[in-house]
């Protein structure tokens, strides 16, 4: 793995080409390049890279007119910030599999906008789901505005065949059998059922063993509770806009199987290929900001992925 002391390194195609990149991390599984949104792109077309993207998962700016930093949110205008995060999802669409998603991670301040101008470019009927990430925290009584404790994920699918992957999480027993409102059976062996229904007129079709389905577990919603990271946290890096590796980890399973590429092209500290190269993907991260680069690719060797095996240490 080159990652030459984790200093990013020119990319002579982009100087030729006029526009600038720098990988950080050049493997065959992970790159990690600084450059602007724009420029990774037209990296990729100027090298003809082989590979097409399962996930594209964009956390861009929010429109909250902040200056974090590392990264400033502040825009001339509303239809100045629309225009360019619309752009990025355009030309990053090109990219993608047939049967690929695109994520684009937003809040209130311009989700609403967001979602008419994805549905331009994908179509409307390629709008798969609108995930709302509820993470919760302290509140305070409201004024002028209700508390606001969640993000929102739009998904749109390249296409009519791209499909999403089942995903359960944990349930228990009594919680099963609450939402059944049902009478509990045991058989001969001792095991617990209920009885399935299939259709009007057939209320005992088949028995449903408990034990299964909690085995199983429920499968996931569109509301996803899911906390943000606290300030004592081993999994904070420090990086101002850090999401939680259980939120990436979700969104990964979901839409993506091991072997497939998964693009951040605004990755900010890396989470997004922490849990790609975790669950057996392949990752492309890049950044604008020199500050983002550093913490991902110190993060990804902090995190022992070339000791686990998901990095090539060579």
């Known amino acids: 793995m080159n990652t030459s002391e984790f200093s990013p390194h020119q990319d002579k ?11 950080a991390i050049e493997d065959d599984n992970l790159r990690v390049a600084q450059a602007a949104v724009h420029d990774q792109i037209r990296w990729l077309a100027a090298n003809e890279f082989p590979h097409r993207f399962k996930l594209v998962y964009f956390d861009p700016p929010f429109f909250s007119n902040k200056d974090y930093g590392t990264f400033s949110d502040e825009w001339t205008s509303l239809q100045a910030y629309l225009d360019k995060i619309s752009g990025w999802v355009e030309q990053a669409a090109r990219w993608m599999t047939d049967d690929g998603f695109l994520v684009l991670h937003c809040d209130f301040h311009a989700s609403h906008y967001l979602k008419v101008r994805g549905d331009q470019i994908f179509g409307y009927d390629n709008f798969r789901n609108e995930w709302i990430w509820h993470y919760g925290g302290r509140r305070q009584p409201a004024i002028l505005h209700v508390n606001s404790k969640h993000d929102v994920l739009l998904v749109w699918a390249k296409s009519p065949q791209s499909r999403f992957n089942a995903v359960f999480e944990p349930w228990d ?13 045991v058989d001969e062996d001792g095991r617990e059922w209920i009885w399935g229904h299939q259709g009007r007129g057939r209320p005992h ?23 943000i990271i606290n300030t004592t946290a081993k999994e904070r890096v ?17 839409t993506t199987n091991p072997g497939d590429w ?3 092209f605004a990755a900010g500290s890396g989470t997004t290929g922490v849990a790609a ?27 022992m992925l070339i000791a686990s095996g998901a990095v090539d240490p060579s």
């Open 13 to 23: 195609i982009g100087q030729l080409a006029g526009f600038s990149l720098a990988f």
């Open 173 to 185: 027993r009594d919680s099963y059998v609450a939402m059944k409102r049902q009478t509990v059976h």
């Open 205 to 227: 079709a088949y028995r449903i063993y408990l034990d299964e389905h909690v085995r199983r577990g429920r499968a996931i919603d569109s509301v996803w509770d899911i906390p």
């Open 238 to 254: 420090g990086y101002p806009t850090q999401k939680p590796l259980k939120l990436m980890d979700r969104i990964i399973e979901l």
């Open 262 to 264: 998964v693009a951040d």
């Open 277 to 303: 190269l975790k669950a057996g993907r392949l990752a492309w991260l890049g950044d604008q900001s020199e500050e983002a680069v550093r913490v991902m690719v110190r993060r990804l060797a902090q995190k």
